[in-house]
């Protein structure tokens, strides 16, 4: 099953990717949005995966001020429900920025470390994002909202050393 994992660029230079709560197309999404293209499902959960990449940012001082969604392939029996109170950060925020809502129907649990071998590809944002990034990371609502319109770039797996050098240069 397609995955998207949020990550930071610390990510980038572990030698597996470690449990943690991911997105995907599920039957939640489809209730939810309706009979969209599969593609257009993906792009939420994607989308999702890169909200919640900037959120980790806070937590991880030592990143890169850059959104990392890593896009795998997981067995489902590697994949469950999550549980909230596992997983504060990916909950949706409320209008006062209160993380007391129910997860997004796109989560769900990667339960054991994925090997590099799974990924598809690897997404970050240019440095063109790097100020807004900056600011969102700090608090900034307007600089998140801005910073969630943008595309993220595409990397294959094979350029992930050069990817991690890169982001930390930045």
Do not use: K
Request: negative net charge; contains cysteine.
């Amino acid at each position: 099953m397609r995955i998207f994992i949020p990550a930071t660029s610390s990510d980038l230079s572990a030698e597996a990717i470690a449990p943690r709560i991911v997105h995907m197309l599920t039957p939640e999404l489809e209730r939810v949005i309706g009979t969209e293209e599969p593609e257009y499902l993906e792009a939420i959960a994607m989308n999702a995966a890169a909200d919640d990449s900037l959120r980790l940012l806070s937590l991880d001082e030592s990143a890169a001020s850059c959104r990392v969604v890593i896009a795998a392939d997981a067995p489902a029996a590697e994949l469950s429900m999550p549980l909230q109170a596992a997983a504060p950060s990916q909950h949706t925020p409320s209008e006062h920025g209160d993380e007391d809502e129910e997860l997004l129907p796109t989560a769900r649990s990667l339960r054991v470390p994925l090997d590099w071998g799974a990924v598809e590809s690897i997404h970050a944002d240019g440095e063109e994002a790097l100020a807004d990034i900056t600011l969102a990371r700090g608090g900034d609502d307007d600089a998140f909202e801005r910073v969630a319109e943008e595309d993220l770039m595409w990397y294959d797996l094979a350029e992930r050393g050069l990817l991690a050098r890169e982001l930390d240069r930045r």
